[in-house]
Every structure is written in structure tokens, then in C-alpha cells.
């Protein structure tokens, strides 16, 4: 705090402000001199009188103009060691002002409100557009869309100071508070806005192809000189809107216009306009009677959010050095539901897929996948994959033997870290387990199999006869295989159940699981859209996330 004062020519104290009036006065007086001798010295060089070191009036001795010559070299910007040249700024506040910019544009933004108590000089140079200019570029990705706000009477300090800085909290991935369905909705600085994007998974089956995406609500500064909030839900334009933070990592949107949510046709419409960008298609081409009755059920539950929703930030995985593959967010079949949005992370030897999307049967927020990475399965040649029983054989035969050791810990206290973990990876359901295996497998530090950091060549695979895929096409190569469990429930998430099966890794971006009892295969297939604000500050905040969010949708 000393330094600091020192440097900016302020200073808490009274010698401080009184050392500030002195240098004022004579900017030869030695700043780390004793406040008596200081003062005695300066008003003595007012009054014209010399001093000398070892006497009293008399003529100053060598020693004296040394010692003279010292003090005017330390204690003031005139003068330099070689007695001349520039002067040597003694603050911050010395400095030419066009240093003073590129010194302040290098600081947060968060920071610079405080630079601007200071002093008034400082106060003024904030007023800079190349200061606030650099701080929107650098911290919220903005470029050419600035000249475009500033043509528009909008400078770059007004756009930081009442719309990014303001709502930079809610920059991030959140899920919407939809009962059972969940979502996705990422907040993102786009143009001269703030927009929220709820992200849609593409048209079942087409697992593959780019998410879709929908405007929720934006904030901008066209009108005014303040932000605005506008729902973008409905079909007739924006519209009035409202944000409240509700507590950290949460928030909440209000539509205050909600008739421009209706139709001309009423509700039939509506659900016909639903459909079509739920699911591409009319309900009559849609021949299966239980999928009619998901679908015609979702459209009723869902729009009863069309005015109010509240979201709770979730982050994307942190890559973990035994990773299988690199963690992300993933599209994945589900037979009648349609595709949904899994979140892949690794914990150890474990990996587990995440609903960021869910159905009445498993809501969002529940464990679908629960895969044991240190038990590999080879697979047989492609005639006996053919086999559903064969497949069956080698997969329960691992099942069995988790399940065994499961009973064996239960029933020993003394129990290896490793067994510890496997037994974790493979057994239990529900939040239960979420906490065993949070005391178990959440390490980073625990190192995979050695197999995993260097997988062989690709292998040939198909699909038994009699599992049924969503996706005809899927790849016919594999890297690797492993056992795991999928979560099964009734209508409501009703007797939930882990049941085995396999997990099936293609390459970076593809892996599948095949469901055993449901004799039904699952293709996931990578997010690849740029997710900014979405990375966790440590790996213990994404963990508490990915346990808490279990409750929020159950």
C-alpha cells in the first residue's frame, strides 16, 4: 500500500499528504529524509539561506553539496543523476498521458473504477475510448462491431459499463429449469448484443448433423442509453423482457408481453409450429402411437415455461490426462424421445455421460452412462458379433464379476483403493452413488490404463441381429471397448435401474452403447460449436455442479 501511494503521489497519512505539499514546493527535498529535517532544509531553500552540514550559518562544506546533490537526484523528477536530461517521473501521475493509456488499457476492467478515485488527471484519461475500446475487445471478443455502436452515438465505455460488465455474469452455458426435459442455453456475446441461445439437438435420427439454435432473449443499447432486456420467444418479433439474478450461478427471465406468444390459430397452431421445428415433420408422418403421445406430451408440458424460466450455470468438463478422449458435451439417440444432449467427463477410470436433456422416463440431470474403463472388452470376429447371445456372454460375464465385488466390499471394510473404485464405477444408482463415486473416482490424479493413452488400431464391428438403431449408418470401426451401465426407468423415472451393456469408442468425436435388456443401440456424436465462458475455475466447482445437478431436475 506504501509503494502504491508513493508511486500515484498519494498517500493515507498525514506525513504523506504533508511530504506531497513539500515536493510541491521544492522538488529537491529527499523523500526518505526525516519529516523535521525535510521541512527545516525546504524552508531554509525559500529563504535563500545556505546550510551547511558541520556548522551553522557558514558556507556549505563538499560533504554538504554531496549530500545536497543526493537529495535533489532521489527526491524530485527535475534533476537525474548526471544532473541533466529528462526528468525522472517520481508517480504515475508524471507520466505523458499517452503512456498512462496503454498502461490502463492493459488493466480489467473491474479495475479501473478504482484507477479512477486516484486522482482527477487519472479520472480524465478513463474517459479515453482506446482504454474501454481494448478492454471490449480483449475481454468479451468484440472488434468491428464497436465502430458500428460508436457511429450509433454509443461509445465503447457506455457499452462496457451498462451492458458487459453489468450482465457478464450471465455469459456461460445454463440449464433451463424444464421439469424433466432440461435444456441447453448458452449466453454469448454476439454483435452490438447479449443473446441467449437455447441449443436444439438436430432432427431424429440425424445425430450427426449441427445443433440448432433459437433466440430466447437479447440486451441491447440501440434505443437508449441504458440496456434493454427483449424476450424473443413467439413468432412476432422482440418484445419487452425482464432478467433478475435470483443467487450466484442462477438467474431468471420474465416475458412482460406474452400475447405475443399466440397465434392467429390458437393452440392447434401452435403445436403444428412446434412440431415442425421440433421434429421436422407433421404428427401424421409420425406413425408410431407412443412417440405421438411423447411428442403431443412435451409440446403441453414445455409451454407452460413460455414466460418465466430460471437457469443454473453448468460447465463444461475439464480434460483429465487419462481421458479416453477429450470430454464434451454430445448428441445421442433415444429411441422414441428423439435425440438428447449428454455431457461426457472422466473421473479416474470411470467415464460418465451426463443428461443436459432428458425425457419422463430419465429427466435431465441423471447418470445415463457409467463406464468402467478398466475393464475392456475384446471383441470377437464379425461373425460371432453377429450374436446377440455371444455379445451377452462376454458383457454379463463382467457384469457378474463387478457384482460379486461389490458384495465382497460390502461385506469387508478393509477394501483396496482400487477395488474401491471399481466397485463405484460399476454398481449402485441415484444419488447415492454420486457420492460414492465422488469419494472414489473423482481424483485427477489417478492414472488410467495404460491402454487408453495409446490405443491400438481400429477394429472391424457390427451390430448384433436384433438390436435395434435409430441410425443405419453408424461407423463400422472401433477403437476400443469397455463394459458399463445404463440407466432404465418407467414412465415418471419409476423403479430406475443400472442395467450393462457396452460402450463402443469410434474415434474422437463418435461412440455408441449398446443396451443390453433393451436390446437397442445409442450413437453419440460430438457438439462441435464454440462454447466461450463455459470452463469451470477448478476441477471441485465442476464437481460440485455435476453433483448438484442431480437435484435440480429429479
Keep these: 500500500m506504501a509503494v502504491c501511494a508513493r508511486l500515484c503521489g498519494v498517500g493515507q497519512s498525514r506525513r504523506c499528504r504533508r511530504r506531497q505539499?513539500?515536493?510541491?514546493?521544492?522538488?529537491?527535498?529527499?523523500?526518505?529524509?526525516?519529516?523535521?529535517?525535510?521541512?527545516?532544509?525546504?524552508?531554509?531553500?525559500?529563504?535563500?539561506?545556505?546550510?551547511?552540514?558541520?556548522?551553522?550559518?557558514?558556507?556549505?562544506?563538499?560533504?554538504?553539496?554531496?549530500?545536497?546533490?543526493?537529495?535533489?537526484?532521489?527526491?524530485?523528477?527535475?534533476?537525474?543523476?548526471?544532473?541533466?536530461?529528462?526528468?525522472?517521473?517520481?508517480?504515475?501521475?508524471e507520466l505523458p498521458p499517452e503512456l498512462l493509456v496503454e498502461i490502463f488499457s492493459r488493466l480489467p476492467g473491474t479495475a479501473l473504477p478504482v484507477v479512477a478515485l486516484v486522482c482527477k488527471k487519472f479520472r480524465q484519461i478513463l474517459n479515453t475510448e482506446t482504454i474501454w475500446?481494448?478492454?471490449?475487445?480483449?475481454?468479451?471478443?468484440?472488434?468491428?462491431?464497436?465502430?458500428?455502436?460508436?457511429?450509433?452515438?454509443?461509445?465503447?465505455?457506455?457499452?462496457?459499463?451498462?451492458?458487459?460488465?453489468?450482465?457478464?455474469?450471465?455469459?456461460?452455458?445454463?440449464?433451463?429449469?424444464?421439469?424433466?426435459?432440461?435444456?441447453?442455453?448458452?449466453?454469448?456475446?454476439?454483435?452490438?448484443?447479449?443473446?441467449?441461445?437455447?441449443?436444439?439437438?438436430?432432427?431424429?435420427?440425424?445425430?450427426?448433423?449441427?445443433?440448432?439454435?433459437?433466440?430466447?432473449?437479447?440486451?441491447?443499447?440501440?434505443?437508449?442509453?441504458?440496456?434493454?432486456?427483449?424476450?424473443?420467444?413467439?413468432?412476432?418479433?422482440?418484445?419487452?423482457?425482464?432478467?433478475?439474478?435470483?443467487?450466484?450461478?442462477?438467474?431468471?427471465?420474465?416475458?412482460?408481453?406474452?400475447?405475443?406468444?399466440?397465434?392467429?390459430?390458437?393452440?392447434?397452431?401452435?403445436?403444428r409450429t412446434w412440431l415442425e421445428e421440433e421434429w421436422g415433420r407433421t404428427l401424421e408422418e409420425i406413425f408410431h402411437e407412443?412417440?405421438?403421445?411423447?411428442?403431443?406430451?412435451?409440446?403441453?408440458?414445455?409451454s407452460q415455461y413460455d414466460n418465466c424460466l430460471t437457469y443454473r450455470r453448468i460447465y463444461l468438463p475439464p480434460a483429465m490426462p487419462s481421458a479416453l478422449l477429450q470430454p464434451g458435451l454430445f448428441k445421442g439417440t433415444y429411441g422414441s424421445h428423439g435425440l438428447e444432449i449428454v455431457m461426457l467427463s472422466f473421473h479416474g477410470t470411470c467415464a460418465r455421460a451426463t443428461k443436459l436433456t432428458g425425457d419422463p422416463n430419465v429427466p435431465a440431470g441423471q447418470l445415463t452412462l457409467d463406464v468402467d474403463?478398466?475393464?475392456?472388452?475384446?471383441?470377437?470376429?464379425?461373425?460371432?458379433?453377429?450374436?446377440?447371445?455371444?455379445?451377452?456372454?462376454?458383457?454379463?460375464?463382467?457384469?457378474?464379476?463387478?457384482?460379486?465385488?461389490?458384495?465382497?466390499?460390502?461385506?469387508?471394510?478393509?477394501?483396496?483403493?482400487?477395488?474401491?473404485?471399481?466397485?463405484?464405477?460399476?454398481?449402485?444408482?441415484?444419488?447415492?452413488?454420486m457420492e460414492a463415486d465422488h469419494g472414489s473416482c473423482s481424483g485427477s490424479e489417478q492414472p488410467g490404463p495404460s491402454s487408453i493413452t495409446n490405443p491400438p488400431e481400429a477394429q472391424p464391428f457390427i451390430l448384433p441381429l436384433g438390436v435395434m438403431a435409430r441410425n443405419e449408418v453408424y461407423p463400422r470401426t472401433c477403437r476400443k471397448c469397455f463394459y458399463g451401465t445404463g440407466l432404465i426407468a418407467g414412465h415418471g423415472f419409476t423403479s430406475p435401474e443400472r442395467t450393462p451393456g457396452l460402450f463402443v469408442l469410434f474415434d474422437e468425436d463418435r461412440f455408441g452403447f449398446i443396451w443390453l435388456e433393451l436390446k437397442s443401440f445409442s450413437l453419440y456424436s460430438r457438439l462441435t460449436d464454440h462454447l466461450a465462458h463455459a470452463h469451470a475455475p477448478n476441477i471441485e466447482r465442476f464437481e460440485a455442479m455435476l453433483h448438484n445437478m442431480q437435484s435440480w431436475t429429479s
Design 373 to 433: 474403463l478398466s475393464r475392456p472388452v475384446v471383441l470377437p470376429d464379425l461373425e460371432q458379433q453377429r450374436s446377440i447371445e455371444e455379445l451377452s456372454r462376454l458383457v454379463l460375464g463382467i457384469h457378474e464379476e463387478v457384482e460379486s465385488e461389490a458384495q465382497q466390499q460390502a461385506k469387508s471394510p478393509s477394501v483396496t483403493v482400487k477395488g474401491a473404485a471399481e466397485g463405484a464405477c460399476g454398481g449402485g444408482s441415484g444419488e447415492e452413488e
Design 133 to 271: 475500446r481494448t478492454r471490449c475487445v480483449e475481454e468479451f471478443g468484440m472488434k468491428e462491431d464497436l465502430r458500428k455502436m460508436e457511429a450509433g452515438g454509443v461509445s465503447s465505455r457506455d457499452l462496457y459499463v451498462k451492458l458487459l460488465h453489468p450482465y457478464r455474469h450471465i455469459l456461460g452455458l445454463w440449464q433451463p429449469d424444464i421439469g424433466p426435459y432440461g435444456g441447453l442455453l448458452n449466453v454469448v456475446v454476439d454483435g452490438l448484443f447479449i443473446i441467449g441461445w437455447m441449443y436444439l439437438p438436430p432432427h431424429d435420427p440425424r445425430v450427426e448433423d449441427p445443433m440448432r439454435r433459437r433466440p430466447l432473449f437479447r440486451i441491447h443499447m440501440w434505443e437508449s442509453k441504458k440496456a434493454t432486456v427483449e424476450c424473443m420467444y413467439g413468432h412476432k418479433g422482440p418484445h419487452k423482457g425482464d432478467i433478475q439474478t435470483v443467487k450466484k450461478d442462477e438467474f431468471s427471465t420474465k416475458c412482460n408481453q406474452t400475447d405475443h406468444h399466440r397465434m392467429p390459430g390458437g393452440r392447434q397452431e401452435e403445436f
Design 21 to 93: 505539499r513539500n515536493n510541491l514546493q521544492d522538488q529537491g527535498s529527499d523523500s526518505e529524509m526525516d519529516e523535521e529535517e525535510e521541512e527545516r532544509i525546504v524552508g531554509q531553500r525559500q529563504s535563500g539561506v545556505s546550510v551547511g552540514v558541520g556548522g551553522g550559518g557558514g558556507p556549505v562544506s563538499g560533504a554538504a553539496n554531496a549530500g545536497l546533490s543526493d537529495a535533489c537526484e532521489y527526491g524530485s523528477g527535475h534533476m537525474n543523476r548526471a544532473g541533466s536530461g529528462p526528468p525522472l517521473p517520481q508517480s504515475l501521475a
Design 290 to 302: 407412443h412417440m405421438q403421445e411423447l411428442i403431443l406430451m412435451k409440446f403441453i408440458y414445455t
